[in-house]
């Protein structure tokens, strides 16, 4: 005999699945992502031990030094992260980490994907730069400026600047934030009103707060109205690509709230 009763949800039904491989100490990816994702979306996460925070959530330092930065991506670890992420039934993959894209750079980035190939078992997967990039692209903006977070130092930064330039991209500014070097420190308000008083001037056609533990994806819908450019960060512009990455593309244009790059197509899948 059917019930009448109606079952509440309990997540099995989601379409399209995204696995996501962060830092051990950093809830900040899996925090954004499932806020800006629909209900269709569900996240899974692999944690990398990361000697760059402290347990409970810290920074070891006021800025991260680059030695487990380049760590974060060596073998085994996240070659492991990633198999076991692998093994699940995903629709996309990311590494939510770009930092490391910055210190290995364009090239060193696409041989990590390459040398990640046989463990992904055909599963698509993007990162933050590489996933900025197709924003840039899909959007048309070539003049761009890059907010990274304050435990970025000025070396990261300019790592940061020299990949998105071979990229062929125009970089108007950089530069860590202006604000303390602390993760609950940055709010959508402060981080904000540092971006209007430090960035605008620049006239970027488009700007990416770098970083997946910032705290971002609440200034994208208020800057792009205010000031007209296009808002990336790098919570939302991972899903976005890792949407389209999965064949999902209708989903990633029913998201509404988190800025104009969910209306863009990648030039490439």
């Not at 760059?52 to 991506?73: C, R, T, Y």
């Not at 991209?169 to 602390?182: A, K, Q």
């Amino acid at each position: 005999m059917s019930s009448s009763i109606t079952s509440p949800a309990d997540g099995w039904d989601a379409t399209t699945r995204i696995g996501v491989v962060v830092p051990s100490a950093d809830v900040g990816p899996e925090a954004e992502l499932r806020a800006v994702a629909p209900a269709s979306v569900s996240v899974h996460a692999s944690r990398i031990d990361f000697g760059g925070m402290l347990p409970g959530g810290h920074m070891v330092a006021e800025k991260i030094p680059q030695d487990p930065i380049a760590a974060f991506v060596e073998p085994p670890a996240v070659d492991n992260a990633v198999k076991l992420l692998a093994d699940s039934p995903l629709h996309a993959l990311v590494l939510g980490f770009t930092s490391s894209s910055y210190v290995l750079g364009a090239d060193g980035e696409q041989a990590l994907y390459e040398r990640l190939a046989p463990v992904t078992r055909g599963i698509p997967i993007t990162g933050t730069a590489r996933a900025a990039v197709a924003g840039f692209r899909a959007l048309g903006a070539q003049r761009i400026a890059i907010v990274n977070p304050p435990w970025f130092d000025d070396k990261l930064s300019t790592q940061g600047q020299e990949y998105f330039e071979s990229q062929g991209l125009t970089v108007v500014h950089h530069g860590p934030v202006g604000l303390p070097s602390e993760q609950t420190a940055i709010t959508p308000q402060n981080l904000s009103e540092w971006i209007r008083t430090t960035v605008a001037d620049a006239e970027p056609e488009a700007i990416l707060v770098a970083g997946n533990g910032i705290r971002a994806v609440g200034t994208i819908k208020g800057l792009e109205s205010e000031l007209g450019f296009h808002v990336l960060t790098a919570n939302q512009v991972v899903l976005w690509h890792a949407l389209h990455l999965a064949g999902a593309a209708r989903t990633a244009q029913s998201i509404t709230d988190y800025g104009r790059l969910f209306h863009a197509v990648p030039k490439e899948a």
